[in-house]
């Protein structure tokens, strides 16, 4: 495994500010809610897909699908990032809860917009720069509930092909893309480069230059994701969530998943569960 793969600790926090492009895709254990104040939209890359947010949308996903910003006209941004044990213990409809945890972001269109948005995330940050523990249970409920609202608001289709302009970014999405779809299988460089009718070389140079990381560093991503999912949604045996998130073996997923994760397969199911 690449030991660049590090899953940060969840924890609860929120900033705003002009949004910068990330230098990789990275994952974290929290349900991560994002807020386009002013500006444009905020092109993410999320677990294969584009993911465009645009002025006055609001977004929620299950950040340990690998993600990263690749392209931002947002001139402000507000994120909150809630630990996922916490996320779980809300309580959530089923529905949404799957929505989210099977890499589908939740998106409330502008038209959806509530016009306490804005000042909701900024009370928000308020809040967590406060030392009282009050103001941080009240931010958890007002949270919730707007997530409650974004699963009512955001449509069920999921996201729309990319089709920008930039040449080296359609492939990459396209491979993105290919990864995300097929990383269950046996899956080779070789592989991924064909579905953008790349030679793996030049395949590799695009990923590189815009993901920030390999390919197979992706893949083992995206593994270790389907991974957390298994084991928090379901009962199977490590062995079984190990062969159905794509690794070759158990020692393998166990290895990657000690090293991201910080702790071994077994004793991540029983914290979450």
């Known amino acids: ?157 999921r996201v729309r092909h990319y089709s920008g302009g930039d040449p080296a970014l359609r492939h990459v999405v396209t491979m993105a893309r290919h990864i995300a779809e097929h990383f269950r299988e046996p899956l080779t460089v070789a592989d991924v480069a064909a579905a953008a009718r790349l030679h793996p070389n030049y395949a590799m140079t695009h990923f590189g230059k815009i993901v920030r990381t390999t390919i197979n560093d992706y893949l083992t991503r995206c593994r270790l994701a389907e991974g957390r999912r298994l084991l928090v949604t379901t009962d199977l045996p490590i062995a079984a969530v190990a062969a159905d998130s794509g690794f070759s073996s158990v020692s393998r997923f166990y290895a990657a998943f000690t090293a991201a994760c910080g702790i071994p397969p077994a004793a991540y199911r029983r914290q979450h569960r």
Request: glycine residues 8%; aromatic residues 8%; proline residues 9%.
């Open 1 to 157: 495994m690449d030991p660049q793969i590090a899953i940060a600790p969840p924890e609860l926090v929120g900033w705003a500010g002009r949004p910068i492009l990330m230098d990789t895709a990275h994952q974290h254990d929290d349900l991560e809610i994002n807020f386009v104040a002013e500006g444009g939209t905020m092109l993410y890359l999320f677990g294969g897909e584009p993911v465009e947010i645009g002025p006055g949308s609001v977004a929620a996903f299950w950040a340990a699908v690998p993600h990263q910003l690749v392209a931002n006209s947002a001139t402000r941004a507000h994120w909150v990032q809630v630990p996922f044990a916490t996320f779980l213990g809300w309580g959530l409809p089923t529905a949404l809860v799957g929505r989210l945890l099977s890499g589908m972001p939740l998106i409330a269109p502008p038209s959806a917009a509530m016009e306490a948005d804005a000042a909701s995330f900024t009370q928000w940050a308020a809040d967590l720069a406060s030392a009282q523990p009050e103001r941080r249970r009240i931010l958890l409920l007002e949270v919730e509930a707007r997530v409650r609202r974004l699963g009512l608001d955001a449509p069920q289709d």
